[in-house]
């Protein structure tokens, strides 16, 4: 979390504007919570350049629920492709079995996640409902450096995106977008808030089995409040919206100026493992996450190690996923290049303490 938007959230915790509440305590059909709930999401909409035929929904149930709200609401129980690039799109396919006919169009399981497979090579099935991929693979590091085009594919399907883990982290070409989704807890604010971004002509496909409160047409049809929405995870979403909103980087503002942040930041990480004979990267260049860079010692017996002396300066989460092992340093927006910085610094001088 950027830390002005803790401060400010800190600031105005016990009475928000004067109204003499918490955001905690309002209601969320009152007028003060509805002021906060409409800028949160004209400021997203700014933000990502949002077209107006696209459908903004504050919801919950995490990026794990939408493995299951995205065949209820999109397949009409038919054939999905799923593009495999790491567990999260795999954890995907797996949950859409129990609504649809998931087909693995694509998969990159044979190089232990490392690569994505061109589009070119993708196998996508004849009218499948979706074609569904991770467009960050937090466990694995591995980005889409650029969404795929269905379209020039041959095909109609309306392409999902989990854009979980790098939300706002870069722009979205929504031309290439039929519905993309997101728990908040990386790059916006509080978990418990999901983000769905649906296209108006997908609203209304869903199975008649799909909980009402799941059901995209019945949120938009209520902006967002059929039932009670996480208010408190949009309040400061909001608040971090603005905040992106006002960033600025080599004359760039928002979300550009945060992707030139984060292709710095990721570069300087990237190209000091790439150098050194002492960590490892093992994800291709042209798929590497800008936001979770995975990296091994080459010799894993000095990991506790390396761990111990982060913590004691002050460098913390770096242990990496249980499945995958090593370390993972997670740059999201909020971390600031200082961050990585005082990262590359501290392993420089652990390798040369290690000689
Ligand atoms: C890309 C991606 N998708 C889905 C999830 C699951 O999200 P949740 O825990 O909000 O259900 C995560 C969590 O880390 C994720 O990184």
């Known amino acids: 979390m950027p830390e002005a938007v803790l401060e400010r959230a800190a600031d105005e915790m016990l009475d928000w504007h004067g109204s003499g509440m918490g955001v905690m305590e309002m209601s969320h059909r009152g007028k003060e919570f509805g002021e906060i709930y409409r800028k949160a999401e004209a400021d997203f909409r ?16 995490g990026g794990l629920g939408e493995n299951a709200i995205v065949p209820l609401n999109l397949s009409q129980g038919g054939e999905v492709d799923f593009v495999i690039s790491g567990s999260w799109s795999a954890k995907s396919h797996k949950e859409a079995q129990r609504y649809c006919q998931p087909r693995i169009a694509a998969s990159n399981a044979d190089s232990q996640h490392t690569t994505l497979p061109p589009p070119s090579q993708w196998r996508l099935g004849n009218r499948p409902a979706y074609v569904h991929v991770c467009s960050n693979e937090t466990i694995h590091g591995v980005e889409f450096q650029e969404l795929p ?14 854009f979980s883990s790098h939300v706002a982290s870069r722009p979205v070409d929504w031309h290439r977008v039929g519905l993309a989704f997101g728990g908040a807890q990386k790059n916006l604010g509080p978990a418990g808030l999901t983000i769905v971004v649906v296209r108006d002509d997908l609203l209304d496909r ?14 938009a049809d209520n902006g967002s409040m059929y039932n009670t929405p996480p208010t408190w995870g949009i309040y400061v979403a909001g608040l971090t919206f603005e905040w992106l909103l006002g960033q600025s980087e080599a004359g760039l503002t928002g979300i550009a100026a945060m992707e030139h942040r984060n292709r710095a930041k990721a570069s300087l990480l990237y190209d000091f ?8 990267n093992k994800v291709a260049p042209d798929c590497r996450s800008r936001m979770n860079v995975p990296f091994f010692l080459r010799d894993e017996g000095r990991n506790e190690a390396f761990l111990a002396g982060a913590r004691e300066a002050g460098l913390l989460q770096l242990k990496g996923h249980k499945s995958v092992g090593g370390m993972r340093a997670s740059i999201y927006n909020a971390m600031p290049l200082e961050g990585v910085q005082a990262l590359v610094a501290y392993m420089r001088e652990f390798e040369r303490s290690q000689a």
């Not at 493992?273 to 490892?280: G, L, N, P, Q, T």
């Open 46 to 61: 700014t933000l990502l350049a949002v077209p107006s035929h696209f459908r903004i929904l504050f919801m919950q149930g």
């Open 149 to 162: 085009d269905l379209k020039a594919l041959g095909s109609d399907a309306p392409l999902v995106i989990d």
């Open 206 to 219: 869903a199975l008649d089995i799909c909980p009402s409160a799941f059901n995209y047409k019945t949120v």
């Open 273 to 280: 493992i790439d150098r050194s004979d002492f960590y490892e």
